[in-house]
C-alpha cells in the first residue's frame, strides 16, 4: 500500500464515517419530529417517563403508518442501489438516503417497542 493509496482508502472511510452520523443524528431527528407532530410533545423512549407523561402506545399509532412508508421506501432504495452503477457524489447520496431511511425505521420500531 503507497501513502498516496493509503490517504485515499483513510478519506473514504472518513467519508463513511461521517455520512453514517449524519444519517444516525439526522433519523433521531426525524423521529422526534414524527413524535412530536402526533402527540405535540417530545416523548421519552423509555415507557416509564411516557406513561407518567400522559402519553400511551395508542398515541403513537401514527408510528406505524409511517413505519410502513420507511420500509417501503427501503425497498425502493435498495432495488435502486442494485439496478444502478453509481460513483461519486450520486452514490454517496444513495448510500446516505439508504441509511437514514433504514435508521429511521429503526427508531419507529424502537419506539413502538420492538426490540
Not at 10 to 19: C, I, L, S
Not at 21 to 37: H, T
Not at 76 to 85: C, D, P, S
Not at 86 to 110: K, Q, Y
Amino acid at each position: 500500500l503507497t501513502n498516496e493509496e493509503g490517504e485515499a482508502l483513510w478519506k473514504d472511510w472518513a467519508e463513511m464515517a461521517e455520512d453514517d452520523a449524519w444519517a444516525l443524528v439526522f433519523s433521531l431527528m426525524v423521529n422526534l419530529f414524527i413524535c412530536f407532530r402526533l402527540t405535540g410533545d417530545i416523548v421519552s423512549f423509555e415507557a416509564e417517563s411516557t406513561i407518567s407523561q400522559g402519553y400511551y402506545s395508542s398515541d403513537l399509532d401514527g408510528t406505524r403508518v409511517w413505519l410502513v412508508g420507511f420500509v417501503t421506501a427501503l425497498v425502493v432504495l435498495t432495488f435502486v442501489r442494485a439496478g444502478g452503477e453509481f460513483e461519486g457524489f450520486s452514490e454517496r447520496v444513495l448510500d446516505f438516503l439508504h441509511n437514514l431511511t433504514a435508521m429511521s425505521m429503526s427508531w419507529c420500531m424502537l419506539r413502538m417497542g420492538l426490540r
